[in-house]
DNA sequence: GTTAGATGCCAAAACGCTTTGGAGAGAAAA
DNA sequence: TTTTCTCTCCAAAGCGTTTTGGCATCTAAC
């Protein structure tokens, strides 16, 4: 069933029918009624490869998925991935899912959008100075970034949540317990979020006169095993710190690890609190000692991200081009007050 | 620049420019050497929703993600579709992600192929007697699955590793160290990979006299989490196993943290074997005591199913239909002889 | 020296949609 | 009554490929 027949069915022309299914004015309420009817009964759907050649619209929104050795995004990419995903289904909308080294992805942005193939991109794992965004300026392609880039004015389009902020709650929540040596096990220290933690972190203890010591400030790629070797080599320090934050449940896991390990006691001997993602598998209430953590829902980011991309293509409503999410910092078991005498 | 433009530069029919791209026989070496030259100094590019709306053909390959909570495929997820990606990209092909509620999935997968927007699909966490595969079967789109089912004939096209022969071989490299009492900690017991797993280690375990003991059994997401757990109910049982399988070293991560806090030494008091997908995030020869491990790039998978994919669709070669892929049994130092008297 | 079959090329018709440039009818304005 | 809008709708021209059906030209065979 394609536009003509159900055009001949409805004694129509194509040029009316298109126009009532794709909410033009110039169509009588009645008729639209009339085609929205057919549709359902025939179950007719449009052709999109012959949308996408009429319209000049790719119907693909393209993401660069870094995929170098080491590269830190496993869990979390998937987790965002189906968000996007969700969203995307919706709207018939494809992905070209262009995986890259870290190094070229400038080139293979370019090479993205040049291909005609996507009619938006999708940035993240942003630097400082990151130059995918001049780059993607210059062009007209829109885009959305997911995190935002340091050292270079904001006024492109972004989903971020408040790093800064949710660690300076975080942080906060540790000094009003008394602690007086935090640490900070974080996300590599290239990539602006972690630098926003670490912000954030400093200026609460700051504010309590305490510091973050260089010796309890891990930056690394957000594995369990990375998780398990900085908290270690955190309680070998002559003062070891009475509580710790994590960039992610997957660095806390290695960490509460190795605070077992030590025979401590979380909750009471070390506190601890993890950035959650939300991620299906790694629920902070799942632990033994279930975690007190700032939440921010990826898979809700990657839903956002898609409507908004997609909004912006298809021109459907005018969504903010700028948004920071407030996290949640929700106490549970493996916070308390500073063991005495630390 | 498009075809007709190039055409008009070469002095030749858009018939004839069209064919020389596509390889057809009836053009003259000569002429198709002139249109290869003007196509590397023009760039130009086919557009490919004309050729998409031309041919008939999507252009892009399907898949259904599972997305309800507890499922255990993220991390693995990720590098798979790092793989699918990779040879995606090279034939221009696009990606419908489609997350669905595994109950949802034959529903899914049925919608997805009926709105002509994926000219193949890609089946993954098969299942016994996975109805997915008797429903693709009547439908004449292309499609492999990555594993196989169980109890229904094997007469589809899919790729699969040996899993009963990676476990058997791991099993016997145990029960040949003496070891009496081996352990599995395994995937989802509904996921076939994970059932032919358990054969492959109980078969070996027979031939050497020996069982796979119910409470030395477990099936679970695999999730350091549930690693955890497992080897610590593991540890507290009278006779306690002196060797254990891990078919991810996702699960090995939590394993070797409960030998860790029972004050075990891997290696000598306890063995263990993990089944490496070899993910980039956790090299087993990274652990403190490097796994032994056997060894299959799901990466790799994800190439040759996309490129298999392709093939099919494109008629390029002809790739065989069903594959098995052996693993590698690699010893590294968390494997050793059974402790005396055990 | 004609015929049959390759060989190499082309004009034009799809493919199924969107969009342009009207056009007819009725209502409102002159 | 005529003119001018406003509503609705339509015919036809794209969009950029692939593919069909044919038409020359050249070679080999009779």
């Known amino acids: 069933m394609n536009l003509k027949q159900l055009s001949q069915l409805l004694g129509l022309s194509q040029t009316t029918v298109s126009r009532a299914l794709n909410g033009y004015p110039e169509v009588n309420a009645e008729t639209r009624q009339r085609v929205l009817d057919a549709v359902r009964e025939t179950g007719y759907r449009p052709n999109r490869a012959a949308q996408r050649l009429a319209t000049g619209r790719a119907g693909s929104i393209g993401l660069v998925m870094p995929t170098a050795d080491g590269i830190e995004s496993d869990v979390h990419f998937g987790e965002f991935l189906a968000g996007l995903g969700d969203e995307a289904v919706k709207h018939d909308f494809h992905f070209v899912i262009n995986p890259s080294h870290p190094e070229d992805e400038v080139a293979t942005c370019r090479r993205l959008v040049a291909s005609g193939n996507v009619d938006a991109l999708f940035l993240a794992?942003?630097?400082?100075?990151?130059?995918?965004?001049?780059?993607?300026?210059?062009?007209?392609?829109?885009?959305?970034?997911?995190?935002?880039?340091?050292?270079?004015a904001t006024d492109y389009p972004y989903l971020d949540i408040d790093n800064t902020g949710a660690f300076y709650d975080a942080a906060r929540l540790l000094a009003q317990l008394g602690h007086r040596h935090v640490a900070l096990i974080n996300g590599p220290s290239h990539l602006t979020f972690a630098i926003r933690r670490t912000k954030g972190t400093?200026?609460?203890?700051?504010?309590?006169?305490?510091?973050?010591?260089?010796?309890?400030n891990s930056n690394s790629q957000m594995t369990d095993e990375h998780g398990f070797r900085a908290m270690e080599r955190f309680l070998q320090l002559a003062t070891p710190p009475t509580a710790v934050l994590c960039s992610?449940?997957?660095l806390a896991l290695g960490a509460v690890r190795a605070i077992n390990q030590a025979g401590l006691k979380l909750g009471s001997d070390i506190s601890l609190i993890a950035h959650d993602d939300v991620l299906p598998m790694l629920k902070p209430e799942n632990f033994m000692v279930p975690l007190t953590t700032t939440r921010s829902s990826l898979r809700g980011a990657g839903q956002r991200i898609a409507r908004r991309l997609i909004a912006d293509i298809l021109q459907l409503e005018a969504?903010?081009?700028?948004?920071?999410?407030?996290?949640?910092l929700i106490v549970r078991a493996s916070t308390g007050p500073a063991p005495a005498g630390k």
Not at 126 to 145: C, G, N, Q, W
Not at 319 to 328: A, I, N, Y
């Open 125 to 152: 794992y942003m630097r400082e100075k990151d130059p995918r965004i001049a780059m993607m300026k210059s062009l007209k392609t829109p885009f959305v970034v997911h995190g935002r880039s340091m050292g270079i």
């Open 202 to 216: 400093v200026r609460a203890l700051t504010e309590h006169g305490l510091v973050l010591r260089d010796e309890c």
């Open 248 to 250: 992610s449940t997957v």
């Open 319 to 328: 969504l903010p081009q700028q948004e920071l999410w407030k996290t949640d």
